[in-house]
Nanobody
Framework: QVQLVESGGGSVQAGGALRLSCAAS????????MAWFRQAPGKEREGVAF????????YYADSVKGRFTISQDNAKNTLYLQMNSLKPEDTAMYYC?????????????????WGQGTQVTVSS
């Protein structure tokens, strides 16, 4: 059973930074697409950053390019999202997500596993 557990959310002022972590367990082998999605109240869930673990390829939503960085620590089975220059519009629940196979990025309906989410609040 694959489990994803996020941590690192919180409240920060605009311009600040946060780092989210996602501890993954239950995977035994194989490359996969790992991602961070977010969902603000009244809005659809959107993918903000993706990484294909096999080759380390990364993909970002236009709204976060140059500010967010997704990375992985294979030894710790942990996914990270470094968020810099945060804006109030980045306020949302952030979810770690995973899908096996080579297709990456993926849409929310294609995600196989979700974490429980961690709240990020950016005040102006």
């Amino acid at each position: 059973q694959v489990q994803l557990v996020e941590s690192g959310g919180g409240s920060v002022q605009a311009g600040g930074a946060l780092r989210l972590s996602c501890a993954a367990s239950g995977y035994t082998y194989g490359s996969r697409c790992m991602a961070w999605f977010r969902q603000a109240p009244g809005k659809e869930r959107e993918g903000v950053a993706f990484i294909y673990t096999g080759a380390g390829r990364t993909y970002y939503a236009d709204s976060v390019k140059g500010r967010f960085t997704i990375s992985q620590d294979n030894a710790k089975n942990t996914l990270y999202l470094q968020m810099n220059s945060l804006k109030p519009e980045d306020t949302a629940m952030y979810y770690c997500a995973a899908k096996g196979g080579t297709w990456c990025p993926v849409s929310p309906v294609e995600v196989a596993y979700w974490g429980q989410g961690t709240q990020v609040t950016v005040s102006s």
